[in-house]
């Protein structure tokens, strides 16, 4: 029993030590810092993207109208090409004698109206003076008609065979950028019909065509808001869209809604949309992969939190605001549209609240209390991503 005598009070004293505040301090943790900042405000249209697939506005197959060898080609491999720029030359000898064989023809026509016509006056008169029969007469008239009538069909040989020579000089019917010369020098090339030879293919690409599927309910809510009268126009009074490219987040290049299709896809659900963009420049190519910003509400007053402010809980969406009281408040919110560094928030927030933007990997639970630092919401979107 001695021992134990000693043994107690020394245990209760290692208790009650325990128990004591730490001489270097200890207790309730620190309260931490989190930058704060009230939403943005800004009067916008919000937006949906969809993904389109750029096209040419106009592609010509360059093909021969006459038969003949090829002897120039005219232009290098991707180069833009006017209206009417000679592309191609056929060897237009062949052409140049049937010219001049036609045009032999027409002077003998000529002359052949002219005796006729004389023949037919000379009958009139010796028919007064009963020196020639009435048949004889009519079939001097005759001659003159027809010597006429070869006389136009040997023009119109005449203007077939300089049609047929221009011909050898194959045009480019549109300005635009030409791929490579399909045929090349030396070969024969057919102009006969159904059977002409492909030489090349000449692109309009200014302005361009991007080609966007939009589903049904996009569509709807687009079809409403034009009704309304409550979308963006342009001078000619179609409806505005931005593009951008796969090797950037912006959306530079400025636009309008040509057209939708005439009809729903039932298979897909969607309809076909069709932007025209300016592309004075050629940057953009027919092929590329594009991103198609298209107005889907009227403009209005909406709020925007930087989008490092947003945090996820399975399907949810959510911020911390911090309130008068300076303790953390958990807000789901409904989300918008997407600017490249801000996130539009349609429901779950007022003007006046508090969002953290930095620091959200401090906050443990709803109801902390926290330290706020004010910031600007359009200053701070490069603030530090949560930490999950």
């Known amino acids: 029993m001695r021992p134990l005598q000693f043994l107690v009070p020394t245990v209760l004293a290692v208790l009650i030590s325990g128990c004591r505040p730490h001489p270097t301090g200890g207790g309730m943790p620190p309260i931490q810092e989190v930058t704060v900042a ?3 405000q800004q009067a916008r249209t919000e937006t949906t993207e969809f993904t389109a697939r750029l096209d040419a506005s106009e592609t010509v197959e360059i093909r021969p109208r006459v038969s003949g060898f090829l002897t120039e080609v005219r232009f290098k491999p991707g180069q833009l090409v ?21 045009e032999a023809d027409l002077e003998r026509a000529r002359v052949g109206l ?3 016509q004389r023949e037919a006056a000379r009958g009139a008169k010796l028919i007064a003076s009963n020196t020639l ?9 005759w001659k003159a008609r027809d010597a006429a009538a070869a006389l136009a069909a040997a023009e119109a040989a005449v203007n077939t065979a300089k049609i047929e020579l221009g011909y050898c000089q194959v045009k480019s019917p549109i300005a635009g950028r030409i791929g490579r010369a399909i045929v090349t020098v030396g070969n024969n090339v057919s102009g006969v019909d159904g059977f002409t030879t492909l030489l090349a293919v000449v692109v309009k690409s200014d302005p361009i065509h991007a080609y966007v599927d939009v589903d049904e309910a996009s569509y709807l809510r687009i079809q409403a808001l034009e009704r309304d009268g409550k979308l963006t126009h342009d001078k000619d009074g179609r409806i505005a869209v931005e593009m951008g490219l796969a090797d950037s987040k912006e959306h530079p290049f400025q636009g309008v809604i040509e057209h939708f299709d005439n009809r729903v896809d039932p298979a897909t659900g969607s309809i076909l949309l069709r932007a025209e963009i300016p592309n004075a420049d050629g940057r953009l190519v027919p092929g590329l992969f594009a991103r198609v910003r298209v107005p889907t509400s009227a403009r209005e007053n909406v709020l925007l939190i930087p989008e490092v402010a947003l945090l996820t809980e399975q399907s949810l969406k959510f911020v911390y605001t911090v309130n008068a009281s300076n303790l953390v408040e958990k807000r789901i ?9 801000r996130r539009v928030i349609r429901t779950g927030l007022t003007p006046s609240d ?35």
Not at 83 to 101: G, M, Q, S, Y
Not at 365 to 375: Q, R
């Open 114 to 116: 002219e005796i006729a």
């Open 354 to 388: 508090r969002v953290v933007v930095n620091g959200l990997q401090r906050i443990m639970f709803p109801g902390m209390p926290v330290k706020p630092v004010t910031a600007s919401a359009t200053n701070h979107v490069a603030a530090v991503a949560p930490t999950h």
């Open 38 to 40: 009230l939403p943005d």
């Open 333 to 341: 919110v409904s989300l918008g549209g997407f600017d490249g560094t």
């Open 82 to 102: 006017a209206k009417d720029e000679v592309l191609f030359v056929i060897n237009p000898r062949p052409k140049e004698t049937a010219l001049k064989h036609a």
């Open 133 to 141: 029969s009435p048949e004889e007469a009519d079939t001097r008239q």
